[in-house]
């Protein structure tokens, strides 16, 4: 488990354990450099602002090393890190290896699985979604939000969708304008409106067409009116009178519409459903 800071600092960029330092995309440790107290990357620096060479190195630091060992790591330090730390100075007198690192009220230098630092993170830790939809929809009991889809038999292609609907990160116009693009923003069905996530699933006029002749077939089959509003679909169905996972099959469906430049179809769904049965 790697920890990190936010609050980046060039003569503070460690060699060990760093997201941005990677060999065959795992970030590195040797030991017997740490234990030297080879620890920061501007250590590696020579009076002139460069990269110390395999000699320099060497004769510098007095600890046997191989060629293969040195390449690894030179090679690994991204160079932009080098430009910051150009005819930089940096003190290593005042690191303690034995210092203490603390999550919560846990020593991660201490024997500590995962899940114990996890659990911590996750207790501190809220998704921004949560109050966007509580905004919209007041009190939603986040437990069942959140495990909800995982409870049935469907796709992991499917989950995907709900899940990335829930989390607000799904690839409608409104999530990627913060990019920037030289695109329409206007929704793809209805090209009237921008379209976000709501929209998309269940504002558009097609996308409401879609659910109306839904809310009919289910009503004719099982007699009770079914309604649909925008939280059964965003959140999750609490309908009880048909099988919640029936609500993921459609918004993949309306997914799937939007990737292949076509309208959310009644018919299309329903045939799509009865060849996956059969």
Known sequence: MLAYKHNFSPHRYFLWNNKDIRFKNKSLFFRNWFENKIILVGQLL????????????????KIPITPKEYAIVFDA??????SLLNSSVVDVSNIDLHENIIIGNINIKDKCSNKQIRNIVCDTTIPSARFFWSNIYGDIQWGNAWKIANKYCISNKVKEVSFKMLHRIYPVKHVLERFKLNIDYKCDFCGMEKETILHLFFACIYSRMFWIDIKNFVTKEIGPVVLFNGFDIMIYFRNSDIDKDVVYLITFHIHKCKWSNLKPNFFHFINEVYVKQL
């Not at 020579?46 to 630091?61: M, T």
């Not at 330090?77 to 080098?82: A, C, E, K, L």
């Open 46 to 61: 020579n009076e002139d602002g460069y990269l110390l060479s395999y000699g320099e190195f060497i004769y510098k630091f």
């Open 77 to 82: 330090i991204p160079r932009g890190v080098v």
